[in-house]
Structure formats: C-alpha cells, structure tokens
C-alpha cells in the first residue's frame, strides 16, 4: 500500500512526532506508514486522514499487484 501522508503532512508543517500525538501513536507508527511497511486499521487509517483534514481514500493509495 502506498500512502501520502508525507505530502500532506508538508501540506501543514506538521512533524512525524506532531501527527503522532494528533492521532494517538508513537512516531515509529507514522514511519512505517509512511514507507507502506504497516497496513492500519480502519479506525487508525479515519484518525490519520481526519488528523491531515482528508479522506481515507485520498491518502492510502491500493496498489494492483497486492
């Protein structure tokens, strides 16, 4: 799975460590979100895009081959 959180959290100045505590997790969460390596759960993925002020949809991006 691929994510945008990156660019969106560029969108705002946030850190990793800043939407880490908006969300409720620790850094290393927001990491391997961000490198595609940890598949959240439905409630953590709605906490993320509510936290960056989009969608679910807009940020976690399916890949074909999966």
């Known amino acids: 799975m691929k994510t945008r959180i990156k660019e969106f959290r560029a969108r705002y100045h946030l850190t990793q460590e800043d939407l880490a505590e908006k969300v409720g ?11 595609g390596t940890y598949n959240p759960s439905l409630r953590l993925a ?20 999966q």
């Open 46 to 65: 709605y906490e993320v895009a509510k936290a960056l002020g989009t969608t679910i949809e807009e940020l976690f991006l399916m890949e074909d081959n």
């Open 25 to 35: 997790v620790r850094r290393e969460t927001i990491v391997f979100l961000e490198k």
